[in-house]
């Protein structure tokens, strides 16, 4: 990590509204902790760091984040070991893809200085909104907007970097029902599905509230150009389980990175599980299903951890998957990531990054 040191104003808040918090009834990404970090880029710097209560941005109304969507964003967690530690799970890889979402935007970098110092200030101003107990955490928004105060199509000259957090519990409370998206696709080759683009996510609203209607909870989307091929569902990396061997869908522009994804795999090798990124097909996963080689599906990402799929409709029908046990691979490996996130097992790989 960088070593200079951030100057960070501080303006604490009269009222906390912890005390308000029920931890036992934590909405996904409604109540906010008490504090947010700001920076702010123009001249070609970063300046005027700064931690403030939470509230509302004051913008001009013709900046190019609202108008042409100049704005990417990162998801992260905080999570609270048995003896209270604040801890985060490989923060600077985070950090590196807000820089590559950044890059694709034409958006300036955020230096790993602005970003780590400006979030542990934040985590340890606000450690009390990291919520203790299996699968709470502090979710954490850091996200990059364009400020200029100008209509004309063109990178911005200034932006604001922001971080935001928020105690969440679990994602997704029930195994899912996904559904293999045909017609419309999430991303395209020489696009920015491999990047966290905001109009990566508002673009998917309308095909998954058509599935929403029909029961599913997710979508599966396949490659654009012959809806043939497994990429991601929704905020998840997808991942199968075949004759005992994990297959992902192998990286491409039309992908984003999966920072659990990522960890997934690394403890399947550590674990000699046998591991394949390759293109892996819809018809590959039914004729899975039907000679009965399919044992698991399952989503990974940040904020959905390991999500179970239980269903997957495709062509009319609804492939019901097998009942997970306790030896399933992604239960283990979800017991295992969940471990090491909170240090509650050797962290070999160097993962875990201590706050306070
Ligand atoms: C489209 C998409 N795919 C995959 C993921 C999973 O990424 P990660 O494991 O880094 O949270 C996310 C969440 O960030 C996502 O938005």
């Not at 941005?57 to 100049?70: D, I, K, N, T, V």
């Not at 790993?112 to 699968?135: H, I, T």
């Not at 396949?222 to 004759?243: C, P, Q, W, Y």
Request: aromatic fraction near 10%; hydrophobic fraction near 40%; proline fraction near 4%.
């Amino acid at each position: 990590m960088s070593t200079a040191t951030l100057h960070i104003d501080i303006t604490k808040t009269a009222h906390s509204r912890l005390p308000g918090l029920d931890i036992n009834n934590l909405p996904f990404g409604k109540v906010f902790s008490d504090h947010m970090f700001i920076a702010e880029y123009a001249d070609g710097q970063w300046s005027k760091s700064r931690i403030v209560p939470f509230g509302n941005l004051e913008l001009s109304p013709a900046s190019s984040m609202m108008h042409y969507g100049q704005a990417i964003f990162e998801g992260m967690k905080a999570y609270r070991s048995d003896n209270g530690d604040v801890l985060l799970f490989r923060p600077l890889e985070n950090q590196k893809r807000l820089n590559r979402s950044a890059l694709r935007m034409a958006m300036p970098e955020v230096p790993e200085e602005v970003f780590m110092e400006g979030l542990v200030e934040l985590l340890k101003l606000d450690q009390n909104w990291v919520p203790a107990g299996d699968g709470r955490s502090l979710y954490i928004r850091p996200f990059l907007i364009a400020t200029d105060d100008y209509i004309g199509v063109k990178p911005s000259d200034t932006y604001m970097f922001l971080i935001i957090t928020t105690p969440v519990g679990n994602y997704y409370d029930h195994p899912l029902k996904v559904k293999v998206e045909h017609t419309f696709f999430r991303a395209v080759e020489g696009g920015v599905g491999y990047v966290k683009a905001s109009g990566n996510y508002g673009r998917s609203l309308y095909p998954t509230s058509l599935a929403k209607k029909d029961g599913y909870d997710q979508l599966i989307w396949t490659d654009a150009r012959e809806h043939k091929f497994v990429e991601e569902s929704g905020t998840m990396n997808l991942m199968f389980v075949i004759n005992n061997t994990l297959i992902t869908p192998q990286l491409r522009d039309t992908i984003l990175a999966g920072i659990t994804r990522e960890s997934v795999l690394a403890i399947a090798r550590d674990w000699n599980v046998n591991v394949e990124e390759r293109k892996i097909s819809v018809d590959e996963i039914s004729d899975a299903f039907d000679n009965g080689t399919l044992q698991e599906a399952f989503g990974t990402g940040t904020a959905a951890t390991i999500a179970h799929i239980s269903e997957i409709g495709y062509n009319g029908r609804n492939l019901v998957l097998p009942v997970l046990t306790p030896e399933s691979l992604s239960k283990r490996i979800s017991k295992e990531m969940d471990n090491i996130r909170r240090k509650r097992t050797d962290d070999i790989h160097n993962w875990v990054y201590r706050v306070c």
